[in-house]
């Protein structure tokens, strides 16, 4: 028998978020480039504020099917930098991923978005991140996302 998985809330990462930039159509989706422009990190053991640098880099399907890649980083409060490599998907019903598109509020409960962040830092304080897999719930908004940050245990 295997262990039982169970996860342990870690933080929330609110990424602040500007403009899209578009490749348009490459064959296989839309491909989409949004600027990751600051945010914080809030949780019971980590806080501190997104780095105003990187990006989620997007592939949109042709059936709103949408793969993420996001790669940023944020400093905690004490000072150390943690690299964020941050892959997922958001799904949900067609006309509320076009209306979510277009910056219009959509209810997050009706939208599946999940993420599985990796994280790097030298700061030995931190070096746990690396040493665990997390899983994120994420809420997409018009001007930020939201992700609540999950230890798998």
């Known amino acids: 028998m295997t262990p039982a998985l169970q996860t342990r809330f870690v933080f929330t990462i609110t990424a602040h978020i500007g403009g899209v930039t578009s490749t348009g159509?490459?064959?296989?989706?839309?491909?989409?480039?949004?600027?990751i422009i600051g945010g914080e990190v809030r949780g019971p053991d980590i806080n501190g504020k997104v780095c105003a640098f990187g990006a989620d880099f997007q592939i949109i399907r042709p059936n709103e099917l949408i793969d993420l890649e996001a790669r940023y980083a944020f400093e905690t409060?004490?000072?150390?930098?943690?690299?964020?490599?941050?892959?997922?998907?958001?799904?949900?019903?067609?006309?509320?991923l076009q209306?979510?598109?277009?910056g219009e509020p959509v209810d997050p409960k009706l939208i599946y978005f999940r993420t599985t962040p990796k994280f790097e830092t030298s700061v030995e304080k931190y070096r746990w991140l690396m040493e665990y897999l997390f899983v994120g719930s994420a809420a997409r908004h018009s001007d930020r996302v939201v992700i609540d940050v999950h230890q798998v245990l």
């Open 25 to 35: 159509d490459i064959g296989h989706g839309v491909r989409r480039i949004i600027p």
């Open 77 to 96: 409060d004490d000072g150390a930098i943690i690299y964020i490599e941050n892959r997922g998907i958001r799904f949900g019903p067609v006309e509320l």
């Open 99 to 102: 209306r979510l598109k277009q």
